[in-house]
């Protein structure tokens, strides 16, 4: 019991560790907000979403979403389109400033996850990977929670590898 409560506090600090030093790097870049920078990085990954989507991912109210589109657009970082199904519906997609801006935020956040394991040797990265395969999906209940969480991966390496998150969503459909 002692040892549990003892690694529940270690996984505890290790992942608000990470959070911290990608939180900091990404707010280094400048943007306006860390709602901002994964609501491009959602976009990114999700092109054609509606606002309703992106607005129960990044866990805001629809006024709180529209007003964060509508300084995403004045940025000249996403655009809206008129949905094909419903003309008063929109969906969201990324400028090219947008997608430049995204590369940006995936490369930032990679290398500040990445100082946090580079001490790590390659046996030592298989097994947590391993765990964090096990582990990870199982705490996903749905598929706007899986959107939460991935809220700043970098979808196209995850579905090159095999994105355990999306295994588990769709395996329970």
Do not use: W
């Not at 529209?66 to 970082?77: A, F, Q």
């Not at 700043?152 to 579905?159: A, K, P, V």
Request: with cysteine.
């Amino acid at each position: 019991m002692k040892d549990d409560l003892f690694l529940n506090n270690l996984i505890g600090v290790f992942a608000t560790s990470i959070t911290t030093r990608m939180e900091t790097a990404i707010s280094a870049l400048g943007g306006r907000s860390l709602s901002h920078d994964s609501a491009l990085v959602l976009i990114h990954s999700h092109p054609g979403d509606s606002i309703d989507a992106l607005r129960k991912s990044l866990d805001l109210t629809h006024s709180g979403a529209v007003r964060l589109i509508n300084t995403l657009e004045k940025e000249d970082l996403v655009d809206r389109l008129p949905s094909p199904e419903d003309r008063r519906a929109v969906r969201l997609y990324l400028t090219e400033k947008g997608k430049e801006q995204v590369q940006t935020i995936l490369d930032v956040r990679s290398k500040a996850i990445e100082s946090s394991i580079s001490e790590l040797s390659d046996e030592q990265r298989a097994a947590l990977r391993d765990i964090i395969e096990t582990a990870l999906p199982k705490s996903i209940t749905d598929q706007v929670e899986a959107k939460r969480v991935c809220r700043y991966c970098d979808l196209n390496t995850c579905f090159e590898t095999g994105c355990p998150i999306y295994h588990e969503i769709t395996s329970r459909a």
